[in-house]
Structures are given as C-alpha cells and as structure tokens.
C-alpha cells in the first residue's frame, strides 16, 4: 500500500511538471512575464511554482490560466509521445504524397485508422484521406471540399486543434485555386488571416497563409494589393525574425513592381533581396531561378 501511494505520488508530480513545463512553454513563446500571466489571477509565486512543478494547480486556476493564454485547458495536457507520434506518421505520409505511392498511403491510413484512439490522429488521417482521394480522382474536388468543411463544423476544433483547423482550411483554400474559383479561395485566406494568432508557432503560420494568398493575387493579376500585401507580410517575417517566406515575399513583390512598371530600383531592390535570402537559407532551387531568368535585373548574380 505503502509503494502504491509512492507510484502514485510519482505520477502526479510528473503530470505537474508537464503542466507547468507546458504552461511556461506557451508564456514564453508570448514574450509575457510571469507577473504579466498571473495578473488578476493569482501571486507570481503561485505561478512559479506551477512552472516549475512545485503545486498543482486547481481546475478553476487552470481555466482561467488557459482563458489568459488564449488556449483550451487541454493544451496543458499535451503527451509528447502522442505529439511525436502525430508528427511521425504526418510526415510519413506528407513523404509518400509527395512519391505518388498513393497504394502505399491508402493501405496506411487504413492501417492507422483501426488502431487510432487519439481525436486529432484521427482527423489527420481523414483529411490525408480525403486529400489523395481528390489527387487520384476517385473523388471530385466539389465532394472534397464540402467533406473537408465539415471536419471543420466542430466548433471545439478551433480552440483544441487550431494548427488542424488552419492546415484543413488552407488545402480547401488549395483546392479552389486549383479550379480557378479565386473568389472562394481569397475569402477563406481573408477570413483566417483575420483571426488572433498568439503563438511564435500560430504567427508562423500565417505567414504561409499570407504567401499563399500573395499567389493567389498573382493568378488575379492584383498587383496593387500584392504590393499592400507583402509589405505586411515583410514586417512580420522581419518582426518574427523568420526566414521561411521572406525571400518569397520580396520576390512576389518585386514581380507586382515589374509589372506595374514601377522604377528599376526598387525591382532590383526587391529581387536582389530575395535572392541573398535564398541564398542564405540554401534555397538552390529558387535561388538558380533568379540567376536563370533574373540576373539583368538583380545587383548581382553567384553564377
């Protein structure tokens, strides 16, 4: 009895930790302090021993700590197996997608749905599922969108699985572009680039969105609002001191000064720019681009 109360003192002071270590990762991503989190709240002394595994928090504490942080209770409680798990077989499946082993990909999703317990695995599989249905035309695009919407309908889905819900809507996004119903695909990107995105990891993520919408005013030939767009997006990538579209963006935007005839200057500012990210972050096959079709109009070119 003895042994079995220490077992189980083990494993609440692991849930603890895990908590508090999931409660400081989420503060700090937000740049808040400790006493920014606890205002109104609680003492920062409460919250530091929280972080630190030291106290269990209350449920009521709990609540409100999520409410402040702007996530759902539930992301305190986030199993690193199953997060790596989810990571694992994305991937995989991501890797197959891109070989075009669609027998292989059916034959695991299958697989994976018959032993799934997890609610995000499970819409993760689906949506893998629905997306190389489209792909192979066993299922048109119409059919997979309104499927794709639906996983969507939950409103929960927003507050527990917000990176899920942002991924299914920009593939429904995808897949109007891919039929040339811009329209549709603008509001989607327009109604999520509206919403709040706390997170390092959330910001992120909208700037894919903001790249993929940039495409899609190439397509509609909106050369002034690519322009508005990308200096948006610049500041942001600038501010998050992120690397991952920036290079696009200043690509994109000197494409609209081009052809809006803008000043040489400013085209050769823009192009110039994008290349040296591209060439920073070992981008070759953008960067091989620009020296192909780009070196007349760019202040220098590595080829």
Not at 62 to 70: D, G, V
Request: one cysteine or more; a negative charge.
């Amino acid at each position: 009895m003895e042994q079995e109360l220490t077992l189980k003192e083990k494993s609440m002071n692991s849930l603890n930790i895990s908590i508090g270590n999931e409660i400081k990762r989420i503060r700090q991503e937000r740049n808040w302090t400790q006493s920014e989190l606890c205002r109104g709240i609680c003492s920062q002394a409460e919250i530091s021993k929280i972080e630190n595994g030291r106290n269990s928090p209350t449920v009521h504490l709990l609540q409100q700590i999520a409410e402040r942080l702007h996530v759902s209770v539930s992301a305190f409680f986030i199993d690193e197996k199953e997060k790596n798990n989810f990571q694992t077989m994305d991937q995989e499946l991501i890797q197959l997608m891109r070989l075009n082993q669609h027998a292989e990909m059916f034959q695991r999703i299958d697989q994976y749905l018959t032993e799934a317990t997890d609610k995000d695995v499970i819409i993760l599989l689906r949506y893998h599922k629905l997306i190389i249905e489209e792909r192979t035309k066993m299922m048109d695009y119409r059919t997979c969108i309104s499927q794709l919407l639906n996983m969507t309908t939950d409103e929960k889905m927003v507050e527990e699985s917000f990176l899920l819900y942002l991924r299914i809507q920009m593939s429904i996004a995808i897949l109007y572009t891919n039929y040339g119903e811009y329209r549709h695909s603008d509001a989607i990107y327009l109604s999520l680039l509206k919403d709040e995105y706390h997170t390092v990891e959330y910001k992120k993520v909208r700037l894919k969105i903001l790249y993929n919408y940039i495409r899609n005013l190439i397509k509609q030939k909106d050369y002034i609002a690519i322009l508005k767009e990308t200096e948006s997006a610049i500041n942001e990538s600038n501010h998050l001191q992120d690397l991952s579209y920036l290079g696009h963006f200043y690509y994109q935007r000197g494409y609209a000064l081009e052809q809006l005839d803008s000043p040489l200057k400013l085209i050769q500012d823009s192009y110039t720019l994008a290349y040296g990210i591209f060439l920073a972050t070992e981008n070759t096959s953008y960067a091989n681009i620009l020296e192909e079709h780009l070196a007349d109009v760019m202040y220098f070119s590595l080829k």
